[in-house]
């Protein structure tokens, strides 16, 4: 059993960073391609990023590309999400997920996930 957990979402003014962390327990860190999703009120849940195993290759939706940067410590089962001039737009739940599989922008893709951690912008 692979147990993902979030920390870092608060609120933040519009422009501002912010820096989310997932810390992984229960399995092979390494072996695992990591993503970043989000859900906003009333919207379906988006792809962010993803990572893959050793790091060497990301994806980004186009929406957080130049903004948000992922990226992982395997020797501290963590990756992470950098967040750069936020927008109220990027206000959402946002979710750390975990596949042994494929690195894919599809949800269903991963078999693991934490429990979301809220991100809120101001105008």
């Known amino acids: 059993q692979v147990q993902l957990v979030e920390s870092g979402g608060g609120l933040v003014q519009a422009g501002g960073s912010l820096r989310l962390s997932c810390t992984a327990s229960?399995?092979?860190?390494?072996?695992?391609?990591m993503a970043w999703f989000r859900q906003a009120p009333g919207k379906e849940r988006d792809f962010v990023a993803a990572?893959?195993?050793?790091?060497?290759?990301?994806d980004y939706a186009d929406s957080m590309k130049g903004r948000f940067t992922i990226f992982r410590d395997n020797t501290k089962n963590t990756v992470y999400l950098q967040m750069n001039s936020l927008e109220p737009e990027d206000t959402a739940v946002y979710y750390c997920?975990?596949?042994?599989?494929?690195?894919?922008?599809?949800?269903?893709?991963?078999?693991?996930w934490g429990q979301g951690t809220q991100v809120t912008v101001s105008s």
């Open positions: 990572i893959r195993r050793s790091g060497s290759i990301t």
């Open positions: 997920a975990a596949s042994g599989l494929i690195m894919s922008r599809a949800p269903a893709h991963y078999a693991y």
């Open positions: 229960g399995g092979t860190f390494s072996n695992y391609v």
